[in-house]
């Protein structure tokens, strides 16, 4: 059974920083890309970050170019987002992804097969 984990998510002033992680268990870590993916109130779910199953390719959303970043340690099945420079607009439920697929140039729900039930991020201006 696969299983799909986050943490780390809390509330933060903005300009501040959150790592979330997520562990997945009961599949082959270094068989999949993970992705991060959020959903904020009254809207659609929408991709974060991606990382590739080698770990030498990012994906990263425009709206988190040069605050975020994507990394992940096979050996602990675990996939970490460092958050830096949080804005309000970040506030969002963040899902953890894993999927055989990785695109350089965009994200897409389909591509994943596994998600975790999500970490809530809260930045308060």
């Known amino acids: 059974q696969v299983q799909v984990v986050e943490s780390g998510g809390g509330l933060v002033q903005a300009g501040g920083s959150l790592r979330l992680s997520c562990t997945a268990s009961?599949?082959?870590?270094?068989?999949?890309?993970m992705g991060w993916f959020r959903q904020a109130p009254g809207k659609e779910r929408e991709g974060v970050s991606c990382?590739?199953?080698?770990?030498?390719?990012?994906y990263y959303a425009d709206s988190v170019k040069g605050r975020f970043t994507i990394s992940r340690d096979n050996a602990k099945n675990t996939v970490y987002l460092e958050m830096n420079s949080l804005k309000p607009e970040d506030t969002a439920m963040y899902y953890c992804?894993?999927?055989?697929?990785?695109?350089?140039?965009?994200?897409?729900?389909?591509?994943?097969?596994?998600w975790g039930q999500g970490t809530q991020v809260t930045v308060s201006s």
């Open positions: 992804a894993a999927g055989h697929y990785y695109r350089a140039h965009t994200m897409r729900q389909a591509d994943f097969d596994y």
């Open positions: 990382i590739k199953w080698s770990g030498d390719l990012t």
């Open positions: 009961g599949l082959t870590f270094d068989d999949y890309a």
